[in-house]
């Protein structure tokens, strides 16, 4: 199982970014995917998950309204689109897999995840 994200860079606030994780070796259209984030010296912090067995996304309140968290199944990769962005959303953000659904606070923990791309969001 790989997930490779891309993306992250720095940008000012109110600006936006669109990051990708690209997937292979799992069935991604089974799978839940999702996104979490860890900013220096914070806990990991749960953004967003798609349960595709069911069509559903969720997202974190700190985040709704703001972010959006799309798929495409034909190139197995997911997107963060962020807009109306804030120096608190600072972070190393990662892409996540699991075979079973989990709440969107818990996507820290799902059992796979990229390495993380840096997002800088400056004031």
């Known amino acids: 199982v790989q997930l490779v994200e891309s993306g992250g860079g720095l940008v000012q606030t109110g600006g936006s970014l669109r990051l990708s994780c690209a997937t292979s070796?799992?069935?991604?259209?089974?799978?839940?995917v999702g996104w979490f984030r860890q900013a220096p010296g914070k806990e990991p912090e749960g953004l967003s998950v798609i349960v595709h067995s069911s069509r559903s996304t969720f997202y974190a309140d700190s985040v709704k309204g703001r972010f959006t968290m799309t798929s495409d199944s034909s190139k197995k990769t997911t997107y963060l689109q962020m807009d109306a962005l804030k120096p608190e959303d600072t972070g190393v953000y990662y892409c996540t897999a699991d075979a079973h659904p989990a709440p969107v606070q818990f996507a820290y923990q799902m059992d796979y995840r990229g390495k993380g791309t840096l997002v800088t969001v400056s004031s």
């Open positions: 070796g799992f069935r991604f259209d089974a799978y839940t």
